[in-house]
Each structure stands twice: as C-alpha cells, then as structure tokens.
C-alpha cells in the first residue's frame, strides 16, 4: 500500500514539473511575441589609436580569431564586381554576412547574410577623432524573429552582448581597457 502512495507521489510530482515548464514556455513564448522584433542599439568606446589604425584592424576581417576570442575561424569571398563576403565562425555558430559599405578609416556596414538564425541585420561601424585618439560606434540595426530568442535577448543577455564584447576584444588588441559607452 505505501508503494502505490509513493508511486501516487510520483506522478503527480512528475506532472506537475512538466506543467510547470510548459507554463513557463508559455509565458516566456507570450512575452516574447509581444516585444517588438525590430531594435536598435549602440554602443562606443574610445581608444589610443588612429582612425585609421583601429579601421584597418576592423576591416582586416580573415585575422579577426586573432583577436577576437569569441572567433574560431574567418573566411572572406571577395567576388569580382560583387560585394565582400565572410564567414564567421565563432561563439554564436558560423553566421554569413557581406560587408555593405567601406569607407576607408571612416565607415563600415557589415550585413548577416543568413536567414535562418533567429535573428539578421547589420552593424554600421564608425570611427571618428576624438580626444587624441578614435571614438570607435558600432550601431545595431537588429532583427530577432524568433519570440524565445527574443525575450533572451531583451531580458537576459541583452542587445548589446555582442557589441561590448567586439569593442572590450579590440581594447584588448591595442592593449588598453576602455570604458564602453552606450547611447
């Protein structure tokens, strides 16, 4: 008799969990879809550099894994009268994108490519003078159709994630700290 109790115990403890979860993917699902799926977001820093310099490691895409550590691997595609392309792979998987604009120490616009992340849009990349040095912007045009991946990065990880980790890596290359800023 005290087995079938416990086993009562059991099942009903087992259901409960798996309600709960349910319930939560749920909400989580809810929530999700009710945040918009279009964000900007922007981040800054300023570093001892040139313009120029902190562009020319920005734009030099292939040596990226060697200071980046959230990158394995790059490979670029420069097609003849097309648009630069590269692939990264790195923490967040391999993601395709097409550098979209360059102008040389002043500009880049980077675009994933792919459609079946979750999430696309592009970076717009800025490097001005500022304090002796170069105030290096990156800009978020985002994206995120998928309602979970959505919520994770309203309210867990966050927007910007990816963007303090490129600008604290490329502090790093220069040997500096730098003080991430956002707008």
């Known amino acids: ?58 734009r030099d895409f292939e040596n990226a894994p060697r200071w980046r550590a959230d990158v394995k691997n790059v490979e670029a595609d420069a097609r003849a009268g097309g648009p630069l392309r590269f692939r990264e792979d790195g923490a967040n998987g391999v993601v395709n994108y097409e550098l979209v604009k360059d102008v040389p120490g002043e500009m880049l616009v ?31 045009d985002g994206e995120v159709s998928n309602v979970f991946f959505r ?7 966050g927007h910007t994630a990816t963007m303090d980790v490129y600008l604290k890596s490329l502090a790093r290359h220069f040997g500096e700290d730098g003080s991430i800023q956002s707008h």
Not at 23 to 39: E, F, M, Q
Not at 114 to 131: C, I, P, V
Not at 151 to 157: D, I, N
């Open 151 to 157: 919520f994770m990065s309203r309210y867990v990880f």
């Open 1 to 58: 008799m005290g087995n079938l109790k416990q086993m009562k115990i059991l099942i009903f403890v087992g259901v409960g969990i798996i309600v709960g979860l349910a319930l939560l993917i749920g909400i989580v699902a809810l929530i999700g879809s009710s945040l918009p799926k279009t964000h900007f977001a922007t981040r800054s820093i300023v570093l001892r550099k040139s313009p120029q310099e902190v562009y020319g490691v920005a």
């Open 110 to 140: 980077t675009r994933i490519l792919d459609t079946d992340l979750g999430y696309s849009g592009q970076w717009t990349y800025t490097f001005a003078e500022e304090s002796g040095g170069t105030r290096v912007r990156i800009r978020e």
